[in-house]
């Protein structure tokens, strides 16, 4: 019987020393796994290590950018409110300028009423020169009349005679022609009067009124 056992404990040895020797074969897979499994661990520790430095890294410049943005705003700003002075200034420049337009354009109506004022006048002036001339013929007409019948009653009737007819035909051709172009005149200037009474009327404006 003592025989019989040892012969069985001598059979299960070797399947218990092959279970050890796979149990030991195990074991030392399980810890080269959990070995790689720490280098693996480790290898992404350092990994994310470098990226919580690359994300530091981005987030400073991140800060840096926002810090540059504000700054930027705060420029964008400062131009925008002097781009705003300037818009005001220039409104009011352009303002003024459509006053000194208006003013201009004033000034060049009250000089084109002058100007035709200045022409008005200037016929007038020329109608009334055309009168004093056909008073002229009048006056001369009238003269020559007077010393024609002058020399006849101072030198009777003689040679002469009809030199002193001829001034006094000429002189009431004169007379005649005179008249008749006067009176037309008088009837211009009657009607020329009463276009222009009132510049003929109206008191001069100072200057700058």
């Given at each position: 019987?003592?025989?019989s056992?040892?012969?069985?404990?001598?059979?299960?040895?070797?399947?218990?020393?092959?279970s050890?020797?796979?149990?030991?074969?195990?074991?030392?897979?399980?810890?080269t796994?959990?070995?790689?499994?720490a280098e693996?661990r480790?290898?992404?520790?350092e990994?994310?290590?470098?990226a919580a430095?690359?994300?530091?890294?981005?987030?400073?410049e991140?800060?840096?950018?926002?810090?540059?943005?504000?700054?930027f705003?705060r420029?964008s700003t400062?131009?925008?409110?002097?781009?705003t002075r300037?818009?005001?200034?220039?409104?009011q420049?352009?303002?003024?300028r459509?006053?000194?337009?208006?003013?201009r354009?004033?000034?060049?109506?009250?000089r084109?009423?002058?100007?035709?004022?200045?022409?008005?006048?200037s016929?007038?002036?020329?109608?009334?020169?055309?009168?004093?001339?056909?008073?002229?013929?009048?006056?001369?007409?009238?003269?020559?009349?007077?010393?024609?019948?002058?020399?006849?009653?101072?030198?009777g009737?003689?040679?002469?005679?009809i030199?002193?007819?001829t001034?006094v035909?000429?002189g009431?051709?004169?007379t005649?022609?005179?008249?008749?172009?006067?009176?037309?005149t008088v009837?211009?200037?009657?009607?020329?009067e009463?276009?222009?009474k009132g510049?003929?009327?109206?008191?001069?404006?100072?200057?700058?009124?």
């Amino acid at each position: 019987m003592g025989t019989s056992k040892e012969e069985c404990l001598e059979e299960q040895f070797p399947k218990v020393a092959h279970s050890l020797v796979e149990l030991a074969e195990e074991h030392n897979r399980l810890t080269t796994n959990l070995i790689s499994l720490a280098e693996k661990r480790n290898t992404m520790a350092e990994e994310r290590t470098v990226a919580a430095g690359k994300r530091t890294f981005l987030a400073e410049e991140r800060t840096n950018l926002t810090r540059e943005q504000s700054v930027f705003s705060r420029r964008s700003t400062d131009l925008a409110e002097d781009r705003t002075r300037l818009s005001e200034s220039r409104t009011q420049l352009a303002e003024k300028r459509t006053g000194f337009s208006e003013r201009r354009t004033d000034l060049a109506n009250e000089r084109t009423g002058l100007s035709q004022s200045r022409t008005t006048l200037s016929r007038y002036r020329s109608l009334l020169a055309k009168g004093r001339t056909e008073l002229a013929f009048i006056r001369t007409g009238l003269a020559f009349i007077a010393l024609g019948i002058g020399m006849m009653r101072y030198f009777g009737y003689g040679p002469w005679t009809i030199l002193d007819g001829t001034m006094v035909l000429i002189g009431a051709a004169s007379t005649i022609y005179g008249s008749t172009r006067f009176m037309t005149t008088v009837k211009f200037q009657r009607l020329f009067e009463r276009n222009v009474k009132g510049l003929l009327t109206a008191e001069p404006k100072a200057v700058g009124e």
